[in-house]
């Protein structure tokens, strides 16, 4: 069974980023055995701290993964800071980091029409960067994310079956 690690890039308990990863995680069963991060726990990057126990949690948590599924709002038409904050800890050293040929597997949300195609585009654009290994398939994207989401629940089951067929392709390829 694949452990999937999700990594949302919203602080907010009530986000449409967190609720998606719940509905999912409650649709994947025990297919796989899910682990959610907490990016906003993690310092601001500065590479003089060192031996920061939160920061090490967090990439053991990266490292144990098969794969890593991001799910991310876009802000200001790029990914939030929390997430890049959480990303830059993560790939030290740089090109042989625990990035280094991770699976990694992207969903954007967003308020509006375009479903955070931007914020996608760019946490791809850095990914390859770390050289991880982002998932082809069609673009997973959440338009209107949060005209979606009642009492923290998702409820869009286009979106999810669309998503979870894309997860499940994502899934058959890791090693576990």
């Known amino acids: 069974m694949p452990r999937l690690l999700f990594v949302s890039g ?3 308990a009530a986000s449409s980023s967190r ?3 719940r509905a999912l995680i409650d649709r994947i069963g025990t297919r796989a055995d899910c682990i ?7 310092p601001h990057y500065n590479a003089d ?16 993964a098969d794969g890593v599924v991001f799910v991310t709002p876009e802000y200001n ?18 090109y042989a980091s625990v990035f280094l040929d991770k699976p990694c597997f992207v969903i954007t949300v967003s308020g509006g ?6 914020a996608q585009a760019h946490l791809k654009y850095i990914l390859n960067g770390m050289l991880a290994q982002t998932f082809a398939c069609k673009e997973v994207v959440v338009p209107q994310s949060n005209a979606t989401v009642t009492d923290g629940v998702f409820k869009n089951d286009d979106v999810l079956d669309f998503a979870l067929a894309n997860l499940a392709d994502f899934m058959a390829t890791l090693d576990s």
Do not use: C, H
């Not at 959610?36 to 726990?41: E, L, N, S, V």
């Not at 038409?77 to 740089?94: F, M």
């Not at 029409?113 to 931007?118: E, H, I, L, N, P």
């Open 10 to 12: 919203s602080l907010r």
């Open 19 to 21: 609720a998606v990863i």
């Open 36 to 42: 959610i991060a907490d990016p906003g726990a993690l």
């Open 49 to 64: 701290v060192q031996d920061d126990p939160t920061v090490a949690a967090f990439i053991g948590e990266v490292e144990q």
């Open 77 to 94: 038409y790029s990914v939030p800071g929390v997430l890049k904050n959480a990303i830059d800890w993560a790939s030290r050293p740089a």
């Open 113 to 118: 029409v375009m479903g955070g195609v931007r």
